[in-house]
């Protein structure tokens, strides 16, 4: 399928893009694209993934937010471009790159080696830490504690590449967080590991239930994917810096990990 850029539209607005990036404002530097036809981007996530990307009904309609899907709005913002968000497993979201069904991946995905060979990333823009669910009463607390025990992970998740690392564990993937935390509930697995600030918020509607901290083993902070040799990549790399250096990504990792 043919590969999308912003840029498509004409080159004037590139570089009004290119060049409207000095200051540091940040709606001030809205490209000058007044009336320009504005581009559509497929971004796909899997959202399953509080604080991240989940559906929230609350307003009587089914939305997707969280951190990752305001960090896309100012991103398109910033760019000029329209985008829409198709949710699909995790496992799938590479697929979907490299099948040209979708523009960019936001699903607090981390740029592990061996997805650097079917994906470009750019720079990370959140760090997490790993840590292992349990129910209270199992006494779960380290990665030992795991031998011999049912562990579910996501499917094609880092996390599921860690639980394979630990010997004697008896590994169980599944596509959603939900249905993992639904298990340990319902002890058909002993234990989980999910990053801590999914866990936490599990933990917090689920009261039976404790995470415990583990050392990462490997990245595990999270980037927007892209196909290989998507045009995109700099661009979103440049909207990030400047988040991260106005003070806008701090806005947000308050608004959506420190409740
Ligand atoms: N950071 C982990 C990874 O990249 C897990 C991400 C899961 N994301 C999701 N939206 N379910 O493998």
Redesign the pocket.
């Known amino acids: 399928m043919k590969k999308l850029t912003f840029f498509g539209l004409s080159s004037v607005l590139a570089i009004s893009l290119l060049t409207g990036c000095g200051g540091g404002g940040q709606e001030a530097e809205q490209p000058a694209a007044e009336g320009a036809p504005k581009q559509k981007l497929i971004m796909a ?5 509080p604080p ?2 989940f559906h929230d009904t609350s307003s009587g309609k089914d939305q997707i937010v969280g951190f990752d899907i305001d960090i896309a709005n100012y991103i398109a913002n910033e760019l000029g471009f329209e985008y829409e968000i198709k949710d699909m497993d ?1 496992s799938g979201l590479i697929p979907s790159l490299q099948s040209g069904r979708a523009d960019f991946v936001m ?4 740029p ?1 080696p061996d997805r650097l060979e079917n994906a470009d990333f750019s720079i990370v823009y959140f760090e ?1 830490q790993n840590t292992i669910v349990s129910k209270k009463d199992n006494n779960l607390n380290t990665l030992e504690d795991l031998k011999g025990k049912k562990v579910g992970v ?1 499917l ?4 599921e590449g860690e639980a394979k690392e630990i010997e004697g564990v008896e590994v169980v993937s599944l596509n959603k ?1 939900a249905e993992i935390v639904q298990e340990i509930k319902s002890n058909r697995i002993d234990a989980a590991i999910i ?1 801590d600030t999914v866990a936490k918020g599990y933990v917090t509607a689920n009261p039976e239930l404790q995470f415990v901290t583990i050392p990462n083993n490997g990245p ?1 902070g ?1 980037a927007v994917a892209f196909p290989k040799g998507s045009a995109n990549v700099e661009e979103f790399n440049r909207v990030i810096k400047q988040m991260q250096e106005n003070g806008e990504m701090e806005k947000l990792v308050k608004k959506w990990f420190e409740q």
């Open positions: 996530t899997s959202a399953d993934y991240y990307e995790f699903a607090g995905m981390t592990k997490a996501q094609g998740s880092i996390q967080i990053e595990a999270s």
